[in-house]
């Protein structure tokens, strides 16, 4: 539908019914500053609802009966966030309870009563208008960072966006892997931005954050009286991110029970509300995220192998930020011009006796710890530019990158490659493997590399076998 008009007062579409019953409805609903279009059931409902601004539909069952449940099940296949209420009569409750299986939101007795329509029309309009721009938000915060291949340095983190790129016009599902604060949905909202699906919602859930007696009703909604505290029928993630992207961040945390249900919906594209009785189809692309090692809980039986197969179709590792400290300075620049623009504090430079102490910290907390020392130090240091001493005294404590490596203004870019090759070897204990997958090139490259620079880095050493005794 296009986007609703400047009138704050909410459009509702009545459909059949009789003329008088139209007319009754209609009064009682302006009366309570609704706007009312009234139309028969046929093709010019359709064309309305794709051209106009509606914020509800509420149809005349009665009349209409069996059709009036299909047209039901059009709408709402049509239109899956749009709020459609039936208008019956006392005696006809078994037609209403067949339209609510058929989608309808709710319904509503005649003759309406402006003391339930408030009560009723107004709540459920109200939540889904908060699901609305909710979902707004988050598109227009998006599309305010549309993503841009940003200006990393590390091959690991290049090849970790590259691989996202590659993978985000595909329907496949990805699994994102990597300590906590590593910046997982990041690379998701990449993907998502990168891919058809852009222009719909992209829906994030932290499964670490929601118990796990309410994470079914995030995840698939519920329908009223479902539990105690079910007032009204709620849509789930799984609804307000039809044809876009929902992003499960520490997948790991879901319970067993839960996710069961996740994998019949991958695999059949479809569910049910909690307390609902008919499956819903639903388009969404699903990105998950988690920090745990999946194939340790599959051995212990603490995650579903068959889940853990069906999310891994592409794995994409994000690496530590102290695996990729090269990083370090476009972030920090990325960050203090974000977080001054929040604060409302002027912009401030980082001195390069700063930069270099930053740089030396191993980061256990990665990409989130460093923003929040920039926020904590941007707020605290008084003048315009961040010293050293301004900094928190745990990461002082760390000798700055460069005191060691040899690294000065006029080195050649060969000079370059070897001190980096050699820094790495230094870092993974000589494991050639390793440093290759860090730097982002082959073994055979890598080697090729170690012999043309004549590097010598003694390997770990490996504990003696035992000898088996002879027999």
Partial sequence: MKDKENSTSPRILLLEGGPVDRADAARVLTGEGYQVQQLPLGPGVLRSLEDQSHDAVALFPDGAGTVGVTWIRTIRDRFPRLPLFTLVTPRRIALAIECLRAGAEDYLLLPLNPVELRARLGRVLERNDLDSRIAWFQDELAKKSQYRKPEVRSPAMRAALDRAIRVAPMRSNVLI?????????????????????????????????????????????????????????????????????????????????????????????????????????????????????????????????????????????????????????????????????????????????????????????????????????????????????????????????????GIRPGTTLEELERELIRLTLEHTGGNRTHSASLMGIGVRTLQRKIQSYGIDIAPRRRRPRKRRAET
């Fill in 177 to 405: 892997t990597g300590e906590s604060g590593v910046g997982k949905e990041l690379v998701a909202r990449a993907i998502h931005l990168n891919s058809p699906r852009c222009d719909a919602p992209f829906i994030a859930l932290n499964c670490a954050a929601m118990p796990s007696s309410l994470i079914e009703s995030e995840l698939f909604g519920h329908e009223k009286g479902a539990f105690t505290g079910a007032i009204a029928r709620s849509r789930g993630k799984f609804e307000i991110a039809t044809h876009g992207t929902l992003f499960l961040d520490e997948i790991g945390e879901m319970d067993l029970s839960s996710q069961a249900k996740l994998l019949r919906v991958l695999e059949e594209r479809e569910f049910m509300r909690i307390g609902g009785d008919r499956s819903i189809r639903v388009d969404v692309r699903v990105i998950a995220a988690t920090n745990a090692d999946l194939e340790v809980m599959v051995a212990e039986r603490r995650f579903r192998r068959d889940l853990y197969y069906r999310l891994k179709v592409v794995v994409i590792p994000v690496p530590p930020l102290r695996d990729r400290k090269q990083d370090i300075p476009y972030l920090v620049e990325t960050f203090l011009d974000q977080l001054s623009s929040s604060n409302a504090v002027p912009r401030k430079v980082m001195s390069p006796e700063a930069l270099a102490h930053l740089q030396a910290y191993s980061w256990p907390g990665n990409v989130r710890e460093l923003k929040n020392v920039l926020e904590s130090v941007l707020v605290s240091t008084r003048g315009a530019r961040v010293e050293q001493d301004d900094l928190p005294g745990l990461l002082l404590k760390t000798e700055p990158v460069h005191s060691d490596s």
